[in-house]
């Protein structure tokens, strides 16, 4: 069974608009957390955002927030205000303390198309 | 954010022949260290996990003897792709993590492609 799934293969985004880019994960592991990273052409992994799964509130982290349905098993990216630079493919990840925290799993990813 | 560098960033190799690559935390102690695999359009693939002084932990059918992981020191892993067959090219990325806790980030390398004729 797939632990991180992203059902988006692809979203297109005018620029200075809001996306959500969709995650949901499955673990029976009261303990993990959950992660984004955003992929530009380059290759290099940028950390964007965590949610622990304790966390009571919602992180954001500027124009990054992440909206954490527990219930669900959603955690899904909102990109407010897009730029052209956002423009790249979005990876949610999961960690779990059954792995010592040590296992990032990753969802297929979700390539974002800003236009001007 | 903290950085992690790879070199090389690009390699190309004959068949048959072994290539390095290192993964280097450049700002702080990593205890573990991770090496993923990308497939062009596709997720990346943890392939071993590597804790400095001890034997790297490989993933369910990744060949030990072929892709050689060294953890030296707190600050640098190797990864070598041993008699490299053209369906070794691939986008190989490295990560560091400087704990073990849940909210310790991975941080990744800037990765390097390798293509093997």
């Known amino acids: 069974a797939q632990k991180i799934t992203q059902t988006q293969p692809g979203m297109f985004v005018q620029e200075k608009e809001a996306v959500t880019l969709d995650c949901t994960y499955d673990t029976s592991d009261p303990s993990y957390g959950l992660f984004w990273y955003k992929q530009p052409s380059s290759g290099e992994m940028i950390f964007l955002i965590y949610q622990g799964s304790y966390d009571q509130q919602n992180a954001t982290e500027g124009r990054y927030s992440l909206n954490f349905q527990k219930a669900r098993k959603s955690a899904n990216l909102v990109i407010s205000a897009s730029q052209l630079g956002d423009s790249a493919m979005y990876f949610c990840a999961m960690r779990e303390r059954r792995t010592g925290f040590q296992k990032l799993v990753f969802g297929t990813g979700t390539r974002l198309l800003v236009s001007p | 954010g903290a950085v992690v560098s790879q070199h090389p960033s690009r390699v190309i190799c004959k068949s048959g022949t072994s290539v390095k690559i290192e993964c280097r935390s450049l700002?702080?102690?990593?205890?573990?260290m991770f090496w993923y695999r990308q497939f062009p359009k596709q997720s990346l693939m943890l392939m071993a996990t590597?804790?400095?002084?001890?034997?790297?932990?490989?993933e369910q059918g990744v060949e030990k003897d072929k892709f050689l992981i060294n953890h030296a020191s707190l600050t640098l892993s190797t990864l070598t792709v041993t008699s490299a067959h053209p369906e070794d090219s691939s986008f190989y990325i490295c990560?560091?993590?400087?704990?073990?806790?849940?909210?310790?980030?991975?941080?990744f390398g800037p990765g390097t492609r390798l293509t093997v004729l």
């Open positions: 990560s560091a993590s400087s704990g073990e806790t849940l909210t310790d980030t991975q941080y």
């Open positions: 590597s804790n400095e002084g001890s034997k790297a932990t490989y």
């Open positions: 700002d702080f102690q990593a205890t573990t």
